[in-house]
């Protein structure tokens, strides 16, 4: 059973996670309670060994070992490959449960557009979503062992009611030798479904060919996350990763054993106190092993372990909400005005002990920020627009041979300064003709707008 604490975790308070650490079913006491004792059962032995047993001799012979695996022991990349590893079974058991199947949108399409209270329309109400969850059904089989326990057989789903005699009978012709070989049927419950659309359209329960394209579009989306199911179970992540991780921390605390002993004064110049109980060692072997664990749960969700998803459960609630939608065609309320129509102001009521709770509505985080109000309205193009940019530079020669640093430059600065350009404007050319003999050629003649001189001419 799938293990849920979001009550208890509801309020944010000093003692919430402590209080987590109480529970025993889904924790990770119970997950790595076994893998504890065995390796302080282990350390135990070796510890005394080491103290009783030994002669001088071996002991300074067993601690040059200690010594050795202690300065040794980071070259095992633990903590690397097991966030690595755990990152990409969040993902996968993520997607896995994105896909599982609720039955809520099929149930809700099919009676919203296959219309009638007949008993015929709400026969192929019910059948299309039945066939759905019996596509659900014959996946779970194959990948959940919940499933498989509750319907060993295909009779047993005759016997609960998801199929009907013909209907396995017609499931079972389907065998062939390829198919028997292949061993996947999982598509035709799924065909049924969509073969109901289409008899629903030509009977006149679905009225428009478009309700039925949205109908069998829903259904289709539905065999698709299935068929994700299916893929993900086929192929798992490959085998040498989980290996590699098993490999890993097992050999780590292989090692650990030995290196973490103590070594006893009298060889050793050192102010450690010799205790019997490993302290930080124990703790090391919670936190590496629980998260070991952690990547067992959650790597196939589809198992029996107290946090896997509940298959079972999920069938039960589908095909539950999915007929009980299925047997309530278009009925809604009647249309009427709401009790807020005639009102200009809602008045928003709570509870008596709610009212008192403070509510914090949305405002934008620069809302409230104290800008200069004394400002005018008076609004200016940007000093690195293109105008003022040509304005600077028209009384600038670009002809000279000053060379232009393109990296201390703008955007904008930069790709100005690729052309030579000056700005010329009227008052620019009035006064150069009052001071300046122009000589100009005979066919050239200044850019004008409707006779007079055009602002901004370049050339």
Known sequence: MTINYNKEIMNSHPWTFFLLLFKWKGSIWKAVYL???IFLIVYGIISAIYKTVLADSNQQTFESLIRFFDKRLEYIPVELILGFFVTTVVNRWTKLYQTIGFIDNIGLIANCYVRGNSEKARIYRRNMIRYCELCQILVFRDISMRTRRRFPTLETLVASGFMTKEELQLYNSYNTENNIRLGTKYWIPA?????????????????????????EAEIRTWRTNIEW?????????????????????????????????????????????????????????????????????????????????????????????????????????????DQFFDSGDVQLLYSEESSHIPNHHYHGSASNAKINETVNNVMIP?????ANIRRNMSVKSMDSDKEVNFFSMSHDDARIRKFKEINIDHDFMKRLEEHVDLKMPNDWKMPTENGNLRNGTRF
């Open 229 to 337: 199911l299916c893929n993900y179970d086929w192929v798992p992540l490959p085998l040498m990763y989980p290996q590699l991780v098993c490999l890993v921390v097992n050999l780590y605390f292989m090692i650990a054993v030995i290196s973490r002993q103590l070594i006893t004064p009298k060889h050793e110049m050192s102010n450690e106190i010799d205790i019997y109980f490993p302290v930080m060692t124990f703790l090391q072997f919670i936190f590496y092993m629980g998260w070991v664990k952690v990547i067992e749960v959650m790597l196939n969700p589809f198992g029996e372990d107290d946090d896997d998803f509940e298959t079972n459960a999920l069938i039960d609630r589908n095909i539950t909400m999915g007929l009980m939608i299925a047997d309530n065609p278009m009925t809604t309320p009647e249309v009427r005005k």
């Open 35 to 37: 893998e504890t004792i």
């Open 382 to 386: 940007h000093s690195q627009s293109d």
């Open 191 to 215: 065909n049924w479904a969509l073969c109901m659309t289409y008899q629903a359209r030509k009977d006149g329960f679905i009225e428009s060919d478009y309700f039925k394209a949205q109908m």
